[in-house]
Each structure stands twice: as structure tokens, then as C-alpha cells.
């Protein structure tokens, strides 16, 4: 068997994963990794398991309590997860969120895998150097927490952070500004600064099913040729890649960044090269069914 980490199978012989959230029944993890693990050839399961707000850290302990090697953690229960925790890797402690768990004999390390899975598509797909780039990121959410701190790994000349709420965007600037330059501002400011950005982020919700006629930005902001990207993957073509898409601008939808977070999670779980392009297809079949 092609399993790098046997040791991974001693108890139970199956790799037991699985994702904690509330909703979780339209999640699309469990069949991106279980097509993860069949092209891997590892046996093993991986569940979708809803849990209360209030038992958070009674299916943490189930968790070890089970053998399972390890789960992710999705909306609401990003923040809730981390007091049961005894690791937090660098990224999820910067980030202040979990979105994966790995679970080393009961030692349980949370880790963040999405903002470093974003960055790793948006150069795979988009473009492949971010240093010496001007960024423009939408909304100040926790998306964009995550997103904001993967980019200033990359050395960006300067990240633009602009909010609905300018204040939650100024703060985020604050708090990162050993990190790199950002700079926090209101929507309303972006026209004065989109001249010099080579890239233009929305991590809000705007364009998100059902609501898909919505849009951060106008048509007629873009700058034509950049590069516009959205994290939103439902529909896969939003109306501000569409729009961008009209301008000449290089366009980027968030399927990426949802395949390469579970990646990054299925390698901090097996120590394996995870096998993207089966987790993408997989994915995209899925979505067509419903
Ligand atoms: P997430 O974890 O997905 O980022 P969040 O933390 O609730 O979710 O953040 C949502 C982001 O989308 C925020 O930046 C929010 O702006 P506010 O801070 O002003 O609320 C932004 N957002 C949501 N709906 C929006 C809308 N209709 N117009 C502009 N921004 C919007």
C-alpha cells in the first residue's frame, strides 16, 4: 500500500477523517477526501458529523476516544474548537481559527488551512508571483483574516483591505502592520487607489448563491487586464468574474481554494502529496448532481 505513514493504520486499519459543522449535510469534504483516499489507495472513511455548539468538546474527546486520525472544522465551530485544543500551529494562532484538526495518539494540532489553500491556487491557476504585487482585498470577515495573513507570507509590495465596516478593516490593518504594508479603508475609497492594483480579492458574500446578481464592485471600477479573483465557488463564474472576465481581466473562482485547504488538511493528516485533481473532479461532479 502506497501509505507513507503505516503506523497511521495500526489500530482500527482504516484512516478514520471526518468534518464537524452545523449545518454540515451540503458540505462538500467528505466527497472530495473520500475520492482523495480512493486515488490514494488508503482505506479509510471520512464523515460528516453535526455537532451542537454545546458539545464541541465532548465530540472532541469522541474524536480521540474513536481513533480518528484526524477532522475538519467548518462554520460555526471554527473559534469554538480551540480551548479543547493542546497545539495551535503558527497560522491558526495568528488567524485565530481552526479549520483543521490533526489528532497525534490525543495530542490534538489545530491548524489553518485556508488561507495558505487560497494563496497556493490563486499562484497555481492565476499568478504565479505575488511578491512586488499590489493587492486589493474585499471585506474583513474571517474569510479575509485568513486570506490577508496567507498573502503577507508572500511578500506583496502592499495589501489593501476595504470594508463595508471601513473600522473592522482598519483594524485588521493595525494588528498585521509589522507583517507587511496593509491598509485598511472604506469601499468608497477604493477608486482613489485602483489605478496601481495588480490584483483585486472578494472574500465577501456578495454574488453568492441564491443571491447571484450581486456584486462587490461595479463593472466599470475594474481595471481591465488584472488579475480579479472570488472566493465564492457557488455559481463558479460570480458577476464580478464575469464582469472581469469582459474587461480582459484574468479570472479566478474559489473552487481552488476549497479543493487546496483540504489538500494541505489531507497532507497534515497522512504526510502524502494529496491528489488534487482527483479531489477537483470529484468535487465538480458533485455539483453538477445537485
Ligand atoms: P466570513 O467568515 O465569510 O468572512 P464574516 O466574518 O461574517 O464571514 O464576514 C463577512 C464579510 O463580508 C464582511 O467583511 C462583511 O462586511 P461588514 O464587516 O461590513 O459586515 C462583508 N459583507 C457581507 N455582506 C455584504 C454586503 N452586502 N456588502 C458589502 N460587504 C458585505
Redesign the pocket.
Known amino acids: 500500500m502506497n501509505l507513507a505513514k503505516p503506523e497511521l493504520l495500526k489500530h482500527t486499519g482504516e484512516l478514520l477523517l471526518g468534518v464537524i459543522g452545523d449545518p454540515i449535510a451540503h458540505s462538500k469534504s467528505p466527497v472530495m477526501h473520500k475520492a482523495a483516499l480512493a486515488a490514494l489507495g488508503i482505506p479509510g472513511a471520512y464523515v460528516p458529523m453535526r455537532v451542537s455548539r454545546e458539545q464541541v468538546g465532548t465530540a472532541l474527546e469522541g474524536i480521540k476516544a474513536l481513533g480518528f486520525r484526524g477532522i475538519n472544522v467548518t ?1 460555526p465551530h471554527k473559534l469554538e474548537v480551540i480551548p479543547f485544543l493542546n497545539e495551535l500551529d503558527e497560522t491558526a494562532l495568528k488567524i485565530g481559527a481552526v479549520n483543521t484538526i490533526v489528532n497525534d495518539g490525543g495530542y490534538l494540532t489545530g491548524y489553518n488551512t485556508d488561507g495558505i489553500g487560497y494563496v497556493r491556487s490563486l499562484k497555481e491557476e492565476a499568478i504565479a508571483e505575488l511578491k512586488g504585487k499590489s493587492i486589493l482585498v ?8 485568513g486570506i490577508v495573513y496567507a498573502l503577507t507570507l508572500e511578500h506583496p509590495d502592499r495589501i489593501y483591505v476595504a ?3 471601513a473600522d ?2 482598519e483594524a485588521l490593518a493595525a494588528e498585521w502592520k509589522a507583517l507587511a504594508d496593509i491598509r485598511g479603508m472604506a ?1 468608497d475609497d477604493i477608486p482613489a487607489i485602483l489605478g496601481g492594483v495588480d490584483v483585486i480579492i472578494n ?4 454574488g453568492m448563491h441564491p443571491h447571484t446578481d ?1 456584486t ?1 464592485l461595479d463593472s466599470e471600477r475594474i481595471p481591465p487586464g488584472i488579475v480579479v479573483s472570488d ?1 465564492i465557488y457557488n455559481p463558479l463564474k460570480t458577476l464580478l468574474l464575469a464582469d472581469s472576465e469582459k474587461k480582459g481581466c484574468v479570472i479566478h473562482g474559489g473552487l481552488g481554494m476549497f479543493v487546496n485547504q483540504g489538500a494541505f488538511a489531507l497532507e497534515y493528516w497522512t504526510g502524502l502529496p494529496a491528489p488534487v485533481e482527483a479531489m477537483r473532479s470529484a468535487v465538480l461532479a458533485s455539483m453538477k448532481e445537485s
Request: glycine share 18%; charged share 15%; hydrophobic share 40%.
Open positions: 462554520i474585499l471585506g474583513a470577515g474571517g474569510a479575509a483574516r470594508n463595508r465596516t473592522k478593516a469601499m472574500t465577501t458574500s456578495v450581486g462587490p472566493l
